[in-house]
């Protein structure tokens, strides 16, 4: 039998090293599918992931790239199954992730004829991979499609999508000839050492030398940089905040490190930047200019891979183009040795603090209900040093981004510039395929499992026999609520809680895991909580750790304006529905952190 297109598309994505492909069949892309079987055997074959759903697909191949810096790739077939791409898509685009989407279309002789599930799939894609979306039309072209894809993925970080008509993949594969017109694309693609020139590294080192209380912010950017930064805090004597997406950046027993920033963040990552005369911020898009220093009240120097994303945050006096480990490597032996340690030893007093203040909010008892912050608390002291954590988006990511001490070797993710619901699982399944020997752990809130996770609890249920460590935990936070938007109407708008909005049904997620095979684990007691943790991971398969959680835990933000706590306030004066004694509890801690010592009084 001659080589097909499917069979040449499947044996180049193969030399491009890629292993693994997430997606759904459909008869859109039946010769890719068909291409995938016959390769089966043979050497350097690739994976096929079956998911429950074509955005899954998507939100795995950017976890994937996400966990192993390789490019990520999904596939779906033409019409609704390319359409249900773009989330995940978008996951990876506003995280800067290499992604390869792979999408069938109908007929060449039936474009432009409005046949079924036609759709103009290159223009529904540009937006989302822009940096490259093709429709193949003839075998020759196929080549230099898939090679410049993967090649503008990997190498601008983008998002690309090639489109294959279902008759052409299964006609024969014809290499370009050797004539005008033609072009004759090789595979291969390795990243360059990326550093800034000598002049501006000093330039960079004259600012940060100059300043008496550096504090440092890091991204996804700076993952692979651990003990550049640790290196460079050390010497500057600075403090670091980690933006959510650089939460493994460093680990949490160093205590200089003031965890996560921004609305999710921590107090002393806040005083940080309040108090700090110059700002080093490294591979890091973090956005929100209010939790970052008042402009013109500290001096900035900024390093990132991308140079769009310079200087767009805060007005840097120095931008350096350049990866992360590479530069701070060069510019180590430029900065001079603080001898003054009175700001770190400000910075390590608040961080100390604020890691009391976490464990007397965690066990605070919840009314009924099991106080969600515990939860984590919990996890933290038990889970091990190789572990990998995802969040969802909502509430979770609160008790994630404060309450999880991550240790080095960790690594964790979640959906960052789109802070998509329904990422956590998808996440964790991407995870442990790529680590089927590290436990993998989602945090989940009720909303997003009920939104599209929870079917792809199946999909853990058909491949978790596979995997070396049968370790994969997913914790749900059952609420009853949209827990994050019902704290933003409070906190925000000054509004009570509209029950027709924000209650969703309570669904008992630890016995759905049952029926399908999976264990399932329920906690409605606080004090049960780290025996819950245990038991799951020690468990002979998957778990689904369901826990009875209360709603009305705020997650209180690290700075609470004026303007924030008169909302609040007002939602006790219009009537909220669960007006209680939690509530008037938050509304205590609401006015200590406006009026300090208002609680006491």
């Known amino acids: 039998m001659s080589q097909t297109v499917g069979d040449f598309i499947v044996e180049r994505l193969s030399a491009w090293g890629v292993r693994r492909i997430y997606g759904y069949p459909g008869d859109g892309i039946n010769g890719v599918f068909g291409a995938l079987s016959r390769a089966k055997s043979t050497t350097g074959k690739i994976e096929f992931v079956q998911v429950r759903h074509e955005e899954m697909a998507a939100f795995m191949a950017s976890a994937h790239a996400k966990f192993t810096g390789e490019l990520g790739v999904c596939i779906a077939t033409s019409g609704p199954g390319a359409s249900h791409l773009i989330t995940g898509l978008y996951d990876a685009r506003c995280d800067h992730m290499p992604v390869l989407a792979i999408a069938g279309q109908q007929a060449r002789a039936a474009l432009g004829g409005h046949y079924q599930q036609e759709l103009d799939l290159v223009s529904m894609f540009k937006d989302v991979a822009g940096a490259f979306v093709e429709q193949a039309s003839v075998p020759s072209q196929v080549r230099h499609l898939v090679d410049r894809a993967i090649r503008t993925a990997l190498a601008e970080r983008k998002v690309t999508a090639i489109v294959l008509p279902n008759d052409l993949q299964d006609l024969p594969y014809e290499a370009p000839g050797r004539k005008h017109g033609t072009l004759h694309s090789g595979v291969g693609y390795r990243a360059p050492r990326l550093v800034p020139f000598p002049e501006d590294l000093q330039q960079a080192a004259d600012v940060l030398n100059a300043g008496r209380k550096v504090a440092i912010l890091v991204g996804a950017g700076a993952l692979n940089a651990t003990d550049e930064v640790i290196a460079v805090a050390e010497k500057l004597g600075a403090g670091v905040a980690k933006a959510l997406l650089g939460k493994a950046v460093l680990p949490d027993d160093l205590p200089w490190v003031t965890g996560s920033i921004g609305l999710l963040g921590t107090k002393p990552s806040y005083d940080l930047m309040m108090e700090c005369d110059t700002l080093l911020m490294i591979g890091s898009g973090f956005p929100y200019a209010e939790f970052l220093p008042k402009e013109g009240a500290a001096r900035g120097v900024q390093i990132d891979l991308k140079a769009d994303m310079l200087s767009l945050r805060y007005p840097m006096e120095v931008n350096l183009v350049g990866d992360s480990a590479e530069t701070l490597r060069a510019l180590l032996p430029l900065l001079e ?64 981004a404060r309450d999880l001490k991550v ?143 209360d709603p009305n835990i705020a997650p209180l933000p690290p700075h609470i304006t004026l303007a924030q706590a008169k909302a609040f306030a007002s939602t006790l004066l219009k009537g909220d529905p669960d007006e209680g004694n939690v509530i008037v509890e938050t509304a205590k801690q609401v006015l200590d952190a406006v009026l300090p010592g208002h609680r006491d009084k």
């Open 407 to 549: 240790q080095r070797g960790m690594m964790c993710s979640l959906s960052g510039g789109l802070a998509s619901m329904g990422a956590a699982v998808p996440y964790a399944i991407a995870a442990k395929f790529a680590y089927p020997e590290r436990p993998v752990i989602a945090l989940v809130g009720d909303g997003a499992m009920q939104m599209n996770n929870m079917a792809e609890l199946i999909t853990v249920a058909k491949y978790w026999k596979q995997w070396a460590d049968p370790r994969w935990i997913c914790m749900v936070l059952n609420n009853g609520d949209l827990n994050q938007v019902t704290w933003e109407q409070r906190a925000m708008e000054g509004d009570p809680k509209f029950e027709a909005s924000q209650d969703i049904p309570s669904v008992p997620y630890h016995r759905f895991a049952e029926l399908i095979g999976l264990r399932g684990l329920y906690v409605d007691n606080a004090e049960r909580m780290g025996a819950a943790w245990d038991e799951a991971l020690s468990s002979d398969r998957p778990v689904v750790l369901e826990v009875k959680a």
């Open 337 to 400: 040795q603080k001898t003054g340690h009175a700001w770190r030893r400000r910075i390590e007093r608040w961080t100390d603090d604020w890691w009391k203040t976490l464990d007397k909010r965690a066990h605070e008892a919840g009314e009924n209900a099991v106080n969600p912050q515990r939860t984590v608390w919990e996890l933290s002291s038990r889970i091990p040093a190789n572990a990998i954590v995802t969040s969802d988006s909502g509430s979770c990511a609160n008790w994630y």
